[in-house]
């Protein structure tokens, strides 16, 4: 079943990354839903030899979920992640986006709501709640629903990040209510494999990456020798973090870098062909942020 | 009266930003004065619904005035700011600046000094004090005058800090004793409007931008449809920062960006031509800043 | 004795600038060894006017050190540093290194390891501690040796950390276990000075420039008028920082900057040629760390 769903994704991400003549309109079926969230299924950091209980991992929340046309029926956010982050959104420059958002957030009764970083839209399409100003799209009352309308302008290629920006915006950052777009270039190439990595602290102990901690909690991200591969990175709350990937180096304008400074709702797309197999590591460098868990597995076959 | 001051003063930056065909010699007058800073003038949290009282929001501290020739009447610092930041000081590549600093402190009765970024300068105008080398540049007393000589070099195009480097340094950056430099290439085209953004921390729970916290105190930044806008944003303390303006992105080398980090004493220059009418909001998204206080209202006309 | 160590470390340095037709292999021998390190060796605070007391400012730890070969007889670690950072490894983009590790940590008897950043390696050279899938790398115990086979590849020039990342990472990276990589392009021209500034912070009150604080205690970097110099700048910990030297600027893809973020492992090359006499200060510029002890001296003459 959940098999099933993943190759739909996975079928679904290809006809996304395709370049097209013509530029699309696009929708996303997305709503508030409420879940026990696990930071640490396994109850372990395996590097530091540390067991934990799930009365320290596990707590109550709202997060973005995928979901078929008009909110029929529930899918994995994304082949790497079931929900947090929330659904990974592809577009194209030149194509529209129509993000279909329904609150149905039962546990805490709180309006919601979605605001897109670079994306072209009106206000009405911002989400931020600004008391005297903000409209219906910034207080998504539970049970409601509001069509975010985005355009992909010329200069919204790249990884960005969405999150609430209602009147409960600081609750639900911190319970893991983000997610990222992910739009290419017109005729740009589409990678081979695409990674997401968000960097958010959680519950008063641990730091996470998409939602989890230590490694065996954390995705294990895979590619083969010779694949284009695509790191979308990302921060959510009050930290500033540093992405490191071991046995790897990417370049840019300043020169070939392998750690990057990412500040909160900065975003960064990191692209390298695979040439190194092994099983390497990549974590946030700041030494604390690591040993309370952000830090994962890349694996790499020939 | 305020009012005819802003005209003189927007008359001044239109002049400033004019391209001239020789560099030019550019007179500043300059003094640290007393002032009680109210960082929430309002009294209102308007986004968080909460009340303050002066009791919590307004203190005591020196900041940097601009004057008139001989330091005979006060000025506006710059059309948008009345103390913090300092004055904003314009130049072209290839002018010379004569900074004249008077130390006018009589409430904490501290030396004082003016250290800046991003200029050409010799030891005797840096302002930064060191026991057994710095000279009077870096000790301006209360009562006495200290004038800077800067040259914009051929790398000094863009927006610099300028700050209390003396004995008091820390107690004076603390109570918004910094300002910003903008200087433009030698035959670069001036902005229609240039926004000054400065996060600091100020008092002991107050995030601010130009020294005001909360949307309703911090400024309200004004353009139209076409007009080509610049922002010149900084940090100054020991916190770090994320720039985010909502409906807009600006290009870098690495490709677009609506979210930027900025440590203390960074600073960024983002221009845009304004295609976008809206009411915005530009805030720090570090999400405890903008909490405290670090979120602002940008309000674009057709 | 410590001179004539310089004086060959200084042979050493200008050989390993050389531009060559083949590339090269490069062995260098490195122990962690043990030490009682002070902070603050003149006890004082010289801007702010303190004492310290060696009780307050030494401690014991493991740092590395360069050795000759098969480590018969201990080396100045670079020019400017004796024991932090550790050995500054030099090479040119094709060239292979050899860094033959030995752990003579008798303090704490721990494993160590290193890691470096930048380079081309295969797993077994990666040296990071992960259970079940890590080797001798990333543990090599009290008395045992490793040599890790790098290869400084065509996106490999720049200035790169390498740390312990042994299953004792964390203590060993707080008590100074961390140098830097510093690889040319395979024609590029070598610096006429390169100063190495490692920001990290020691003990409980401490913030280090290179594992000293204060000005007096940091290095005093110097050059002359005419010379092409290089500033290596890295962070380790868990600080971000922001690197500013005074009366100086640097050219980036950007526009000219004089102040620059650095994260955790984060690094950057930065040059100019040299046309500014004075007495200069160099420091990070978040103002709690600059008043902790993260400033120096930097003597410019003609």
Redesign the interface.
């Known amino acids: 079943m959940r098999r099933a769903v993943v190759v739909v994704l996975a079928l679904g991400a290809v006809l996304a990354a395709a370049p097209s003549a013509h530029a699309a309109v696009r929708d996303y079926w997305v709503a508030a839903v409420d879940v026990d969230w696990n930071m640490v299924p396994n109850g372990r950091d ?2 530091e ?1 540390m067991m934990y209980d799930a009365s320290q991992t596990v707590f109550p929340t709202v997060v973005y979920r995928r979901y078929t046309k008009s909110w029929k029926k529930p899918l994995r956010n994304s082949p790497d992640q079931d929900l947090i982050p929330g659904p990974l959104i592809h577009a194209r420059v030149g194509d529209k986006l129509r993000i279909h958002f329904k609150n149905l957030d039962t546990a805490f009764n709180r309006p919601h709501s979605m ?1 897109f ?2 994306v ?4 009405s399409s ?1 989400g ?6 903000s409209g219906r799209d910034a207080e998504v009352k539970p049970g409601q629903t509001w069509t975010y309308k985005l355009t992909a ?1 010329k ?4 990884a ?2 969405y999150h609430d920006h209602g ?1 409960a ?2 609750e639900s ?2 319970g893991g209510m983000f997610g990222m777009l992910s739009i290419l270039g017109r005729h740009e190439q589409a990678p081979d494999r695409e990674f997401e990595v968000v960097f958010a602290p959680m519950g008063k102990n641990f730091m996470t990456i998409d939602g989890r901690a230590f ?1 065996g909690n954390t995705p294990v991200f895979r590619a083969k020798v010779g694949e284009l591969v695509q790191w979308d990175v990302m921060a ?3 930290d ?3 992405f ?1 990937v ?2 790897h ?19 960064y ?1 990191i692209r390298w062909r695979e040439d ?1 197999p ?4 990549y974590h946030c ?5 690591m ?1 309370h868990g952000m830090i994962g ?1 890349y694996r790499v076959t020939k």
């Open positions: 395996a590097i030899d605001h970083h670079g072209e839209y009106k206000p911002d931020a709640y600004l008391p005297g100003f302008g200069d919204s290629a790249g960005w990040p009147p915006m600081d950052i911190d490694v959510m709350g009050s500033f973090h540093t490191h071991h046995g180096r990417w370049v840019t304008s300043e020169g070939p870098r392998d750690t990057q400074t990412i500040g909160p709702a900065e975003t797309r190194a092994g099983t390497w590591l460098h700041v030494e604390d942020h040993m597995i």
